[in-house]
C-alpha cells in the first residue's frame, strides 16, 4: 500500500437479504457488490461507471461507512468518519426542507459539535462565497432555489466539515447542460484550493472523461476494468466497456444508430451468474470464460477479462 | 410537397398563477412533413413538452391558456375539433411516448390487457387477431418471449423493456405521427442505444413522422433529420440537425455545444453559461437570451424573429439579421 491513498477497499462484499422464510431467515441474498478492490489516491478524482444496477450507489454507502460490508476491509488513512462527504444526485430531496441554508450547510459541523451560532452563521457566509453564493441567501430556504443553487448547497455543505473525501453520487444529472458546466467547473476549482479526493459517481462518460483521473468501470458488483481514464477511454480493453463506450451518443458520429443490440438486460444479482459475469451479453465469449474472472494488469490499466488479456483463467472462490 | 402532419403557428400559452401568469410558450412557429423525424431541443422551462401536450389536447382544461396561435395536426385544425374527436385521433393517428415507463403504463392491468385494449379500440381486431398483432408488435421490438410478456404486470419488467413495450403500442395502430417526450432519458445508455435503434428503425419501415422532444443534444444529432432548439418558451434556431449543430448560428445554441464536457480538455475550464434561464412570469421584453449572452447589444432590447441564415437552417438573432441584411 503506497502512502498517498486515503481510503483503500479490499475483497468488499455486500449481500443484502431478502424475503423471510417461517423461521425467519433470509429466503436468499441480494449480491450488491462481489469483491471490489480499489485504492483511492489522494488528492486525484476516481470515476466510477457503470449501468444502474450494477452496485454504484452501494459502493458509495460503503465509501461513507453508512454500510459496514458483508465481507472485506476499508482502511482510511484519515482522522475521523465526518471527513468524508457526499453530495447527492437529487438536490431536492437531499436538502431538508425545513432549516435555513445556513444550518443546511452547516449541518454536518453542528452534528458533530454544538457550537455557537454566531459561528456556524460566520462559517455557512464564508461557504456560500466559496460555492458562488450571494450572503443574502443565507436565511432563505431551499425550495426558493434552482436545481444548480440547491447543487451549490449541497456542495457547501459537504465542504463544512473540511472533509478529505467526497462522493459525488450523480452530482450532475439532474441539472441542464449549461448549468452542469458551472458545476463541474466549481468541482474542479474547489479541488484544486483544498486538495480534496473526489470519488465522481456517473453514468455520463463524456462528464467522467473531463473530471476524473482515474476510471472504474462496474459491471454486476464488480470492478472490470480500472485505470487512468484517458487510457481507458480511448482504448477500452473489457468487452462492457467497449459496449458501454459505443452506446455512448455523440454529437460527432455520423454513421447513424447502427444495428439494434440483442441484450441489454443485466443478469440478476440475485443468484449470480456462473463464470465471468458478463459471459452472456458478450460478443468474445469463449473456452475459459466458464469460470470466475480475476483482475489482470495489463500496460495501462486492470482488466477482468481472459479473453483480452490472455491470462490464463483461475477458478476464484465464489 | 405534401400537407404537413403537424403545424403550430404563433402559439402562445400561459399558466395563470396567483404571483402572475406564467408566460410558458410565447410564440412557436413549428411544423413537421410526412416521414420526417423533428427533433425539439433545449433546457427544462424552455416549453419542449408544454408545446407537444397543448398540440395534443393533453394539458389538463382550465389548467392554462391558448392565447394565440393555431394548431393543425392532418390538416385538420385542432380547435375545431370535440374531445371525442381528439380520443379518436389520440393513439389512432397520433401516438405518444413518454418519458417515464413506470408511470405511463397502468400497474393494475397486465401487458396484454393493455395493449389489446388499444388494439380494439382504434382498429377492427379483435380477439385472436389483436393479440397476434399485439405479439407481432412486441417480436419487431426484440422481445423475445412475447406470448408469456402478455401475461406479465409491468413491475416485473425492466424500464427499457417497458419502454419498447410503450413504443411497440404507439405503432399498433400505424400512427402517422409519434410525439416521444424524452423516451430515453430514465434509460442506461446501453439500453437508450436499444431503444432509439428500434424506434427510428420501426419509424422509418412505417413512414410515420416523429416530434423526439430531448435535452440531449448528441441523441438529437444522432436521431433527428431536423431541430428546432427551444429557449424560454421561443425558437431560437431551425434547421437540419447536422447543419444546426454543426455551425451553430444562434450564440444560445454554440453555447449549450461549448459547454458539453464531450470535447472539453479536462485541463481547462468548461464554457458555462452564467445565470440561470429567465423567469417566466415577466418574460424579458426583447431577445430571451440577452441577460446571458456574450453579443448582447442595443438591438437585442426588442425581439429578433426567426430570419434564414442558410437553406433551410433559420436563427432568432439580432447578429444574423445584419449579416443577412
Known amino acids: 500500500m503506497t502512502t498517498d491513498s486515503v481510503m483503500t477497499l479490499s475483497n468488499i462484499h455486500m449481500r443484502f437479504p431478502f424475503g423471510e422464510d417461517w423461521r425467519g431467515r433470509p429466503r436468499g441474498f441480494v449480491h450488491a457488490l462481489n469483491g471490489i478492490d480499489l485504492e483511492i489516491l489522494r488528492g486525484k478524482t476516481l470515476g466510477v461507471v457503470g449501468e444502474s444496477g450494477c452496485g454504484k450507489s452501494t459502493l458509495a454507502q460503503v465509501l461513507m461507512g453508512i454500510r459496514k460490508p458483508s465481507e472485506g476491509e476499508v482502511i482510511r488513512n484519515f482522522g475521523a468518519d465526518h471527513d468524508v462527504q457526499i453530495v447527492f444526485q437529487d438536490p431536492q430531496s437531499s436538502l431538508n426542507a425545513r432549516m435555513p441554508v445556513w444550518r443546511v450547510i452547516t449541518e454536518p459541523v453542528f452534528a458533530v459539535s454544538k457550537r455557537p451560532k454566531a459561528e456556524l452563521r460566520a462559517l455557512a457566509a464564508d461557504l456560500a462565497a466559496k460555492v458562488g453564493l450571494r450572503p443574502e441567501v443565507l436565511d432563505r430556504y431551499p425550495h426558493e432555489f434552482s436545481g444548480g443553487q440547491r447543487q451549490r448547497i449541497a456542495i457547501a455543505r459537504a465542504l463544512s466539515s473540511d472533509p478529505d473525501v467526497i462522493v459525488l453520487d450523480e452530482p450532475t444529472s439532474a441539472l441542464d447542460i449549461s448549468i452542469q458546466a458551472q458545476i463541474l467547473n466549481l468541482l474542479k476549482d474547489l479541488q484544486a484550493e483544498r486538495g480534496l479526493t473526489y470519488i465522481f459517481i456517473s453514468h455520463d462518460i463524456s462528464v467522467v472523461r473531463y473530471l476524473c483521473d482515474e476510471v472504474a468501470v462496474m459491471y454486476l458488483g464488480q470492478v472490470v476494468e480500472h485505470g487512468a481514464s484517458d487510457a481507458v477511454l480511448a482504448g477500452p480493453k473489457h468487452p462492457y466497456t467497449r459496449l458501454l463506450l459505443d452506446s455512448i451518443p455523440t454529437m460527432r458520429a455520423t454513421g447513424g444508430l447502427g444495428e439494434a443490440l440483442r441484450n441489454t438486460d443485466l443478469p440478476s444479482n440475485r443468484n449470480l451468474p456462473t463464470g465471468c459475469f458478463f459471459k452472456d451479453r458478450c460478443e468474445q465469449a469463449g473456452a475459459g470464460c466458464d469460470v470466475r474472472q480475476n483482475m489482470v494488469p495489463t500496460e495501462q490499466a486492470q482488466v477482468r477479462c481472459c479473453q483480452t488479456t490472455a491470462a490464463t483463467p483461475q477458478k476464484v472462490s465464489a | ?325
Not at chain 2, 420526417?36 to 408545446?51: D, M, P, R, Y
Not at chain 2, 431551425?238 to 480538455?265: C, F, M, R, W
Not at chain 2, 431577445?287 to 437553406?311: I, K, Y
Request: hydrophobic content about 40%; overall charge negative.
Open chain 2, 1 to 325: 410537397m405534401a400537407d404537413p402532419v403537424l403545424k403550430i403557428d404563433g402559439l402562445e400559452v400561459l399558466f395563470p398563477g396567483f404571483a402572475g401568469d406564467v408566460h410558458a410558450v410565447n410564440g412557436v412557429d413549428l411544423d413537421v412533413q410526412p416521414g420526417e423525424i423533428v427533433g425539439l431541443v433545449g433546457e427544462s422551462g424552455s416549453a419542449k413538452s408544454v408545446t407537444a401536450m397543448t398540440a395534443l389536447g393533453l394539458l389538463p382544461t382550465g389548467a392554462f391558456r391558448q392565447s394565440a396561435g393555431t394548431i393543425s395536426i392532418l390538416g385538420r385544425d385542432v380547435a375545431t375539433m370535440s374531445e371525442r374527436e381528439m380520443n379518436k385521433l389520440r393513439g389512432g393517428d397520433v401516438a405518444m411516448i413518454f418519458q417515464e415507463p413506470q408511470t405511463a403504463l397502468n400497474p393494475t392491468k397486465t401487458i396484454g390487457k393493455q395493449m389489446l385494449r388499444v388494439i380494439e379500440l382504434h382498429s377492427d381486431l379483435r380477439g385472436m387477431a389483436a393479440r397476434d398483432r399485439a405479439i407481432e408488435l412486441l417480436k419487431d421490438m426484440r422481445i423475445n418471449d412475447a406470448e408469456e410478456i402478455l401475461g406479465r404486470y409491468p413491475f416485473e419488467l425492466s424500464g427499457g423493456m417497458r419502454q419498447r413495450i410503450l413504443i411497440g403500442m404507439a405503432f399498433a395502430c400505424s400512427p402517422k405521427l409519434l410525439v416521444a417526450d424524452e423516451p430515453t432519458t430514465a434509460l442506461d445508455v446501453t439500453v437508450q442505444r436499444q431503444v432509439l435503434q428500434l424506434l427510428h428503425a420501426k419509424a422509418r419501415q412505417t413512414g410515420a413522422s416523429v416530434l423526439f422532444i430531448s435535452h440531449d443534444l448528441a441523441v438529437i444529432s444522432q436521431f433527428c433529420d431536423r431541430i428546432y432548439v427551444m429557449y424560454a418558451g421561443r425558437v431560437v434556431e431551425s434547421g437540419p440537425a447536422q447543419k444546426v449543430l454543426g455551425n451553430p448560428q444562434h450564440p444560445y445554441t454554440a453555447a449549450l455545444i461549448e459547454a458539453l464536457p464531450e470535447d472539453a480538455d479536462p485541463g481547462a475550464p468548461l464554457a458555462s453559461i452564467p445565470g440561470t434561464v429567465p423567469n417566466l412570469v415577466n418574460p424579458p421584453k426583447g431577445c430571451a437570451f440577452q441577460a446571458r449572452c456574450r453579443h448582447a447589444h442595443a438591438a437585442c432590447d426588442s425581439r429578433p424573429v426567426l430570419t434564414d441564415v442558410g437553406s433551410k437552417h433559420q436563427a432568432a438573432c439580432w447578429l444574423r439579421e445584419e449579416i443577412s441584411a
